[in-house]
Structures are given as C-alpha cells and as structure tokens.
C-alpha cells in the first residue's frame, strides 16, 4: 500500500517559536494534502486542504497566519505552526490522496509547546 | 452539510466475541463513501473497510465487515472473533464523492473499543 511519512513524529518547543512538520508520499503522487488536528481523546478536525502549486484552503476557525501551509511538490507538504504556544499542542496528522482518490495517512506528529 | 454521528464512547467485548459499532451519518450528496479507521495508542490512523453509497452489498474485509443501511443511513462495524489487538479507538468518516464536498473526510467523535482477555 502507499506510504505517507511524517516527519518530526514528535517535538518539543517553547513558546513564541515556529515549528515546521513535513508530510511526504513516498511512493505516489499526492494531487491533494490534507491536514487534521486532533486533540487528547478527540476526533481529527480537519485544518487544511492544500493542493500542489496552490494556495491551500483553509476551514473555518483555522487561523491561515499561524498554520501556514506550503504544497511545493506532488509528494511534500508542509505544515509550519507560526509562534507556538500551549493551546497549540496536538496531534498533527496528513494525509495525502492520489489520482485514484484513494487517500492515505501519515503516523502523525505530537507537538508539544512548552 | 455532512455529519457523522457515533454514539458509543466506549466499548467492551470479551476475547473471540464478536462487537458491532454504530455508526449514523447525515449528507445531502447522492454519491458517497463511507469508511472505518482505527486509531491504537500509537496514533496512526490504520484503514479498516470502505463502502460505497451505491454498492449493494455490504463490505467485508477479513474480520471487519460493514453493516450498510442506506435508507436508515447507518454504516456500522462488524469485528468477528476479537483480539486483544483490536483494543484502540475507532473512527467512523465518510466523504462526498463528488462536487464540492470531494475529497474532505469527515470523521464521528471515535469510540474507544476495549478487549477484555
């Protein structure tokens, strides 16, 4: 089955720092990237729909000035958490559809801002 | 708008019994898939089983299987045979198969399945 891999799969930061989580297809093209939050004991709430060489759509309630969110190439996306703080920590997660619609997801990233 | 509704916070099943999750769900799309994930403590989401809105039969994949009912809009799992392994949350998500709602998963609220050996 195809890969997603995500990297960091956990990090840690202070507050007022900006981190950067990489979501990658490893063996497919990803026409669409999505991006969820998941809070302890909570569903996944989708952040973000991006697709590659366009800017990506954000739900509603996403401040699209903190998660910013680059879909530079068909196999990479990036999810950058501007000027962290607490109420930011979460369990980040991609996940990347190809051309069969088919979508796949990545093993997540805790983020932890201290 | 589409939503989904899973009622069970949690569940217990004795080892080798079977357990059925509920599932409901709401959308105005003609066309639309509906999908089971579980979720173990790891925190990856694995795909379990995926049905189709305008597939007759009811899905079945190894031990997981589908109880589709269209006109009562419910897609519950079936898990035959438990195992300790199958202790995790699980997520109940559908998406719209076309026009505007395509693509974007929507997922219930989870319900924590507990193996009991």
């Known amino acids: 089955g195809a890969v997603v891999s995500q990297h960091p799969s956990w990090v840690i930061c202070k507050s007022g720092t900006s981190v950067k989580i990489e979501c990658r297809s490893l063996?497919?093209?990803?026409?669409?990237m999505f991006w969820y939050r998941q809070f302890p004991k909570q569903s996944l709430m989708l952040m973000a729909t991006s697709n590659e060489g366009s800017k990506a759509t954000y739900e509603q309630g996403v401040e699209k000035d903190k998660f910013l969110i680059n879909h530079a190439s068909l196999t990479l996306s990036t999810l950058t958490v501007t000027s962290a703080h607490p109420e930011d920590s979460s369990f980040y997660i991609c996940s990347a559809r190809e051309w069969t619609n088919e979508q796949f997801f990545g093993p997540g990233t805790r983020l932890t801002v201290l | 708008a589409q939503k989904i509704t899973q009622t069970q916070p949690g569940m217990f099943v004795q080892e080798k019994e079977a357990v059925t999750l509920d599932c409901t769900y709401d959308t105005s799309d003609q066309s639309y898939g509906l999908f089971w994930y579980k979720q173990p403590s790891s925190g990856e989401m694995i795909f379990l089983i995926y049905q189709g809105s305008y597939d007759e039969q009811n899905a079945t994949e190894g031990r997981y299987s589908l109880n589709f009912q269209k006109a009562r809009k419910s897609a519950n799992l079936v898990i035959s045979a438990s195992q300790l392994g199958d202790s995790a949350m699980y997520f109940c998500?559908?998406?719209?198969?076309?026009?505007?709602?395509?693509?974007?998963?929507?997922f219930g609220k989870g319900t924590k399945l507990s193996v009991k050996p």
């Open positions: 998500a559908m998406r719209g198969l076309y026009g505007g709602s395509q693509g974007n998963l929507i």
């Open positions: 063996d497919f093209q990803a026409t669409t």
